[in-house]
């Protein structure tokens, strides 16, 4: 068992980890609070014109992208009719596939190429911004005629760089991997609730 010197400095250790997240929420708000709203008109522009959301990541952003992904299909808080969207993550032949035959960083980029056109949005997802095959995933959206929305973190990375002007970024204010992506599925739970508030109205 633990003793009480260890059990304090774990209980302060939980309360430091809960002020880390409260203050990154803050600054978040504080730099993201518009690009939040644009983000979620550019999904609802895709959804109101029968297009589709293709979203990717790595590892707790794969996660992510699936979230996202199954928020859409099924309903996030509310009945609602379901959304066009695929979570390139899942497919498990298909990912091996890609993997050895060409290569991990076009694992994403060659389902974009399959499956993207002209009118969806790509939801690219990278706590640090560098992931190489979410950055390949955004050449390829580009080339199909798709839009981008990138959730990131720290200073953006190679994927912010990348970004056209009619893309839209959402970076985390945090340099932590953790606070990154609680902030990330924050972005993705408030998307969704605008979502639904346009489909259904206020509630």
């Known amino acids: 068992m633990p003793n009480n010197a260890d059990h304090d400095a774990r209980n302060a250790l939980v309360s430091r980890l809960f002020e880390d997240s409260a203050r990154a929420n803050r600054a978040t708000l504080a730099a993201t609070n518009h690009v939040i709203v644009a983000a979620a008109d550019r ?16 590892g707790g952003s794969a996660g992510d992208a699936q979230h996202f992904s199954s928020e859409l299909i099924n309903r996030f808080e509310r009945e609602r009719r379901a959304l066009a969207a695929i979570a390139l993550t899942t497919e498990s032949s298909t990912l091996t596939a890609i993997a050895n035959d060409y290569d991990y960083d076009r694992l994403f980029s060659r389902q974009i190429e399959a499956l993207g056109r ?4 790509l939801l690219a997802i990278s706590t640090s ?3 190489a095959n979410v950055v390949a995933a955004v050449h390829s959206a580009h080339a199909q005629g798709m839009s981008v929305i990138a959730l990131t973190g720290k200073d953006g990375g190679a994927l912010a760089a990348l970004l056209s002007d009619s893309d839209i970024e959402l970076r985390a204010a945090a340099d932590t991997t953790a606070r990154i992506q609680e902030m990330h599925l924050l972005f993705i739970h408030c998307i969704c609730r605008l979502i639904e508030d346009h489909l259904l109205g206020t509630g």
């Open 43 to 58: 999904v609802i522009a895709c959804v109101d014109a029968d297009h589709k959301i293709l979203s990717c990541g790595n």
């Open 118 to 121: 002209q009118g969806d949005v």
């Open 129 to 131: 911004g560098n992931s």
